[in-house]
């Protein structure tokens, strides 16, 4: 299983990172986690399979989380040849499907029936999903918007959690326990913290309950790069830490190659 991290930055334009869009790649599957603006030509730039993405999965309905799905679902018909004829399955919290519907009505009437097939999968939280063989896609409620989820993605023995965004909360990383990557929004420094986003004391005090392989940070906002962000993790979580950029990659081994 392969994570890489498309982008890593937040509502507030940056030259170095684009909104939220991170890729998981496993037994098939290529599974676009949030897609919001900039993630589409940054998955050009960084060479990535834009055109082979089987499963697109958002996290809640803020525009820096889906502002590029239409974007990426216009590239499929008219941005390469032959068009995508393959299926691509939209997964989201109850609500997806009026998004999309909403989408089509601003953006591109065809939305809803671009050329190939499209299902919309609204997956409600606490419930979980196959996207294929032993790949396994599974939603908690968090505290961020009334549709925020987290995602867990399970293959060959190992899991990834991706928090979206969310304020702290502790059944979140009792959820994620042990899981091989904990792929966590990290806002805003605490001198400006707000209720629904962490803080890196936040994320260290998460990761100490999860006790995640490696933390990885996503979701970052210019001034909390200004302070030491591994170092307050580190006060309260002791394993590794990574800072993510755009492009950013992991290969997390199969389990199954060690039994």
Same mark, same amino acid.
């Given at each position: 299983?392969?994570?890489?991290?498309?982008?890593?930055?937040?509502?507030?334009?940056?030259?170095?990172? %684009?909104?939220?869009? $991170? &890729? @998981?790649?496993?037994?098939?599957?290529?599974?676009?986690?949030? !897609?919001?603006?900039?993630?589409?030509?940054?998955?050009?730039?960084?060479?990535?399979?834009?055109?082979? @993405? /089987?499963?697109?999965?958002?996290?809640?309905?803020?525009?820096? $989380?889906?502002?590029?799905?239409?974007?990426?679902?216009?590239?499929?018909?008219?941005?390469?040849? #032959?068009?995508?004829?393959?299926?691509? /399955?939209?997964?989201? *919290?109850?609500? /997806?499907?009026?998004?999309?519907?909403?989408?089509?009505?601003?953006?591109?009437?065809?939305?809803?029936?671009?050329?190939?097939?499209?299902? @919309?999968?609204?997956? =409600? =939280?606490?419930?979980?999903?196959?996207?294929? #063989?032993?790949?396994?896609?599974?939603?908690?409620?968090? =505290?961020? /918007?009334?549709?925020?989820?987290?995602?867990?993605?399970?293959?060959?023995?190992?899991?990834? %959690?991706?928090?979206?965004?969310?304020?702290?909360?502790?059944?979140?990383?009792?959820?994620?326990?042990? !899981?091989?990557? &904990?792929?966590?929004? !990290?806002?805003? *420094?605490?001198?400006?913290?707000? =209720?629904?986003?962490?803080?890196?004391?936040? !994320?260290?005090?998460?990761?100490?309950?999860?006790?995640?392989?490696?933390?990885?940070?996503? $979701?970052?906002?210019? *001034?909390?790069?200004?302070?030491?962000?591994?170092?307050?993790?580190?006060?309260?979580?002791?394993?590794?830490? %990574? %800072?993510?950029?755009?492009?950013?990659?992991?290969? @997390?081994?199969?389990?199954?190659?060690?039994?």
């Amino acid at each position: 299983m392969r994570l890489t991290t498309i982008g890593t930055g937040t509502a507030a334009p940056s030259a170095a990172r %684009v909104n939220a869009g $991170h &890729l @998981i790649e496993a037994g098939g599957v290529r599974l676009l986690l949030d !897609c919001g603006s900039g993630v589409v030509h940054r998955m050009a730039a960084l060479g990535l399979p834009w055109a082979e @993405i /089987t499963h697109v999965a958002l996290t809640h309905f803020h525009a820096d $989380h889906t502002s590029d799905l239409a974007t990426l679902m216009v590239a499929w018909r008219h941005g390469q040849l #032959p068009p995508r004829a393959a299926k691509v /399955t939209l997964l989201g *919290p109850p609500g /997806t499907a009026a998004l999309v519907a909403r989408m089509a009505a601003a953006l591109w009437k065809e939305l809803e029936t671009p050329g190939y097939p499209v299902e @919309i999968v609204e997956l =409600p =939280p606490g419930e979980g999903v196959d996207l294929a #063989p032993e790949v396994r896609l599974s939603a908690l409620k968090v =505290p961020h /918007t009334d549709e925020s989820v987290a995602y867990s993605v399970e293959y060959g023995g190992r899991r990834v %959690v991706y928090t979206g965004d969310t304020a702290y909360h502790p059944p979140l990383a009792e959820w994620a326990s042990a !899981c091989d990557v &904990l792929l966590c929004e !990290c806002s805003l *420094p605490a001198a400006m913290a707000v =209720p629904v986003h962490l803080t890196p004391e936040e !994320c260290g005090m998460l990761a100490a309950i999860a006790r995640p392989r490696t933390l990885v940070l996503t $979701h970052l906002y210019p *001034p909390v790069e200004r302070v030491d962000v591994r170092g307050i993790v580190a006060v309260r979580y002791h394993g590794e830490v %990574v %800072v993510a950029s755009d492009g950013w990659s992991t290969e @997390i081994e199969d389990a199954r190659c060690w039994s």
